[in-house]
């Protein structure tokens, strides 16, 4: 979120949750970054109502965690507050060696059986910006749609 403001980036971790507007093609986004701890997911359902899009940011280079995503991500879809939200996932640290692919992250989701919902899937470096924009196209294009 904040890359994409062109602020300082943060590295300490988010408790609570931070709220920013960003304006970007003449689209205005209310974005909510919320801390993705253990003790903090608890409260992540108090931000669903009224949610349009969920962009969930996947470390790629952690094999060993990624089902906690996978396991989240479908405890969220499955919500009712969230069952107009579409889905824009970040491969996320695709600058480290070792990372896995969108591919993989993908298959590994199982994201071809998520049919109730919009979901797009974008590889990206938080630190470059490199593929950020590339997500947020997608959720303009699902907008105009
Ligand atoms: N190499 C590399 N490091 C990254 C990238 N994105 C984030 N990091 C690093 O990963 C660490 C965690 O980043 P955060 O932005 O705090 O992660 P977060 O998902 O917001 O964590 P919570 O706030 O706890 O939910 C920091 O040290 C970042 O610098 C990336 O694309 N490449
Ligand atoms: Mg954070």
Same mark, same amino acid.
């Given at each position: 979120?904040?890359?994409?403001?062109? /602020?300082?980036?943060?590295?300490?971790?988010?408790? #609570?949750?931070?709220? /920013? /507007?960003?304006?970007?093609?003449? @689209?205005?986004? *209310?974005?909510?970054? @919320?801390?993705? %701890?253990?003790?903090?997911?608890?409260?992540?359902?108090?931000?669903?109502?009224?949610? %349009?899009?969920? @962009? =969930?940011?996947?470390?790629?280079?952690?094999? /060993?965690?990624?089902?906690?995503?996978?396991?989240? =991500?479908? %405890?969220?879809?499955?919500?009712?507050?969230?069952?107009? +939200? +579409? &889905?824009? =996932?970040? +491969?996320?640290?695709?600058?480290?060696? #070792?990372?896995?692919?969108?591919?993989?992250?993908?298959?590994?989701?199982?994201?071809?059986? &998520?049919?109730?919902? +919009?979901?797009?899937? %974008?590889? !990206? !470096?938080?630190?470059?910006?490199?593929? =950020?924009?590339?997500? *947020?196209?997608?959720?303009a294009n699902q907008i105009r749609r």
């Amino acid at each position: 979120m904040y890359s994409l403001m062109n /602020e300082v980036v943060h590295t300490s971790p988010t408790i #609570g949750s931070n709220v /920013e /507007e960003v304006t970007w093609k003449n @689209i205005h986004f *209310l974005m909510w970054d @919320i801390g993705g %701890q253990d003790s903090l997911r608890t409260a992540w359902s108090t931000y669903y109502a009224g949610t %349009q899009f969920i @962009i =969930l940011v996947i470390d790629s280079t952690d094999r /060993e965690r990624l089902h906690i995503s996978k396991a989240e =991500l479908y %405890q969220m879809l499955a919500n009712e507050d969230l069952r107009h +939200a +579409a &889905v824009l =996932l970040y +491969a996320n640290k695709q600058d480290l060696k #070792g990372s896995m692919s969108s591919a993989e992250i993908s298959q590994q989701l199982n994201l071809t059986s &998520v049919k109730d919902h +919009a979901w797009h899937i %974008q590889a !990206c !470096c938080a630190l470059t910006g490199e593929g =950020l924009y590339q997500g *947020l196209e997608w959720i303009a294009n699902q907008i105009r749609r």
